[in-house]
């Protein structure tokens, strides 16, 4: 049964770093692509980063030049390292596999970013 477990968030100072991570379970993650969502209570759930099978990333506009997706397959774990991190990009974050969604939501891990 394919998982994910998000992890590496918590309270950042504005300008961060954290990295998170996505452990992935099920054995699909070397055949998919990968990506990173974020959602807020006023939010949807709206992709952010995405990554396929052979390293190829594209980004949300509001991300692109400071966030950076990568993956490690041997691993089965995905990431996201977070730069120059802003007050609006406080939010639960989660990782998936396409076609979105591939499987139930994780439990996701909370950024919070002060100013």
């Known amino acids: 049964q394919v998982g994910f477990v998000e992890s590496g968030g918590g309270l950042v100072q504005a300008g961060g770093p954290p990295r998170l991570s996505c452990r992935v379970s099920?054995?699909?993650?070397?055949?998919?692509?990968m990506g990173w969502f974020r959602q807020t209570p006023s939010t949807q759930r709206e992709k952010i980063a995405n990554i396929t099978a052979d390293g190829q990333t594209s980004y949300v506009g509001s991300v692109k030049g400071r966030f950076t997706i990568s993956r490690d397959n041997a691993k089965a774990e995905v990431y996201l390292q977070m730069n120059n991190l802003k007050p609006e990009d406080t939010a639960v974050y989660y990782c998936?596999?396409?076609?979105?969604?591939?499987?139930?939501w994780g439990q996701g891990t909370q950024v919070t970013v002060s100013s």
């Open positions: 998936n596999a396409a076609p979105w969604p591939s499987a139930a």
């Open positions: 099920g054995n699909i993650m070397s055949l998919q692509r």
